[in-house]
């Protein structure tokens, strides 16, 4: 029931029940982004985004320095290797990727994937919006620009396994 008194119907949004489409959409180069709630409405606790990933997208292998990120397969099959642990996850799994811990996770296709990650504590989302705005700007982004926004957020990018990934699931767009 909702607060007036009256069941909760699916597609509505309110304070505490978010639809489908609820949240903005970022796209960073086919890995998408919906913010669906952000730290400042949990204090800082904890953020929730939807990653919708197109096939054949890596995410650059990454760590971070102060967020641990829970994640759920909604949709479609995702790769993904935390530390030196690897697993192919289907709709229905769980993926921990702890702070401090090098992490990645792949769509090697056909089909996309859609997952919803959890972000604790809240703020890193920021990184997100913050990094659409960078690829959204007129000219070019330089990998510099990139790197210094990773900073920021503590985040530490590593692209050691990048070739042997390639060479075992085929070519794939890294974001």
């Not at 007036?4 to 086919?30: A, I, N, P, W």
């Not at 229905?92 to 990650?117: C, D, M, S």
Request: glycine share 12%; proline share 7%.
């Amino acid at each position: 029931m909702n607060a007036k008194g009256g069941m909760y119907q699916s597609g509505m949004d309110d304070e505490y029940f978010l639809s489908t489409e609820h949240g903005r959409l970022v796209d960073l180069g086919g890995l998408g982004v919906r913010f669906k709630v952000y730290g400042e409405q949990t204090g800082g606790n904890f953020a929730v985004v939807e990653h919708p990933i197109e096939p054949g997208v890596l995410v650059e292998p990454h760590t971070h320095q102060h967020e641990d990120e829970f994640s759920y397969v909604v949709s479609g099959t995702i790769w993904a290797r935390v530390g030196d642990q690897e697993i192919q996850a289907p709709a229905g799994t769980y993926v921990w990727k702890p702070r401090q811990v090098i992490h990645t996770f792949w769509n090697p296709g056909p089909e996309p994937a859609l997952i919803v990650e959890i972000i604790s504590p809240g703020g890193f989302e920021r990184f997100f919006e913050e990094c659409g705005a960078l690829l959204a700007r007129p000219g070019p982004s330089t990998e510099q620009d990139v790197i210094e926004l990773c900073h920021q957020y503590g985040l530490v990018l590593d692209r050691t396994w990048v070739p042997e990934l390639q060479a075992r699931f085929g070519p794939m767009r890294m974001v």
